[in-house]
């Protein structure tokens, strides 16, 4: 079993969709928690952090449930701008800050 | 802005050879991190460092080595190349982290290389 696991894609969706991620991760240790989004070709960028109570970023929203191991990504009113690669990304106890990703949902908006 | 450059957008080596790949950060991280990308296989980690001349093994450590003389340069080594290490190789830092401020853990990328080994 993968470390971290995200849903499988494609997710492919109508512009002014909503749309959710589903990951989970397996070490109950794990001490922080992201969103990374990966354009075709680019390198992998912070979309946002997750918190334990939840963040709202614009359209964008993460969830966190600790008991559960889950993180969530919900995009609200999709944009043609918003596909691309998701990467849940989850990081251990020690001090290096090592990340686990996982191997990411690509998502296409279409018009 | 933090910048993390890597010496080379594209690379093509032949099989034995000894490859070198750069990378530059130039925001006094004290992390880097060396990653290989292929397609299904997601973000594997090769070695990482948090220190100058510290370096410890990632997931997949087998067939590279790694240098770190300055806490601004990280660099990946490829001692004798292989068709198997046809890759993404993507370089990234982020700041020691601190107890309260998991968001430090963030890892800014470079633009990564793309290596392919005839």
């Known amino acids: 079993r993968k470390e971290v696991e995200q849903d499988p894609g494609p997710f492919n969706v109508p512009e002014g969709a909503t749309v959710a991620f589903n990951c989970t991760y397996s070490n109950s240790a794990s001490q922080s928690f992201f969103w990374y989004r990966q354009d075709c070709r680019k390198e992998p960028k912070l979309l946002m952090s997750v918190y334990s109570s939840g963040n709202e970023d614009g359209r964008f929203t993460a969830q966190l449930n600790r008991a559960s191991q889950y993180i969530s990504l919900l995009i609200r009113d999709s944009k043609l701008s918003d596909s691309a690669t998701y990467l849940c990304?989850?990081?251990?106890?020690?001090?290096?800050?090592?990340?686990?990703f996982g191997d990411g949902t690509t998502l296409t908006v279409k018009p | 802005d933090v910048k993390v450059t890597q010496s080379s957008r594209y690379l093509v080596k032949r099989t034995g050879e000894k490859v070198f790949l750069e990378c530059v950060q130039d925001?006094?991280?004290?992390?880097m991190f060396w990653y290989r990308q292929d397609p299904g296989l997601g973000l594997r980690l090769i070695y990482f460092?948090?220190?100058?001349?510290?370096?410890e093994k990632g997931d997949i450590p087998e067939g590279y080595s790694v240098s770190r003389e300055k806490k601004e340069r990280f660099s990946l080594i490829l001692e004798s190349a292989s068709t198997n290490q046809t890759s993404m190789y993507l370089c990234?830092?982020?700041?020691?982290?601190?107890?309260?401020?998991?968001?430090?853990?963030?890892?800014?990328f470079g633009p990564g290389t793309r290596l392919t080994v005839l």
């Open positions: 925001m006094d991280h004290e992390n």
């Open positions: 990304v989850v990081n251990g106890h020690t001090n290096a800050g090592k990340s686990t």
């Open positions: 460092s948090y220190d100058v001349k510290m370096k």
């Open positions: 990234a830092s982020s700041p020691l982290r601190t107890a309260s401020h998991s968001v430090q853990d963030t890892q800014y």
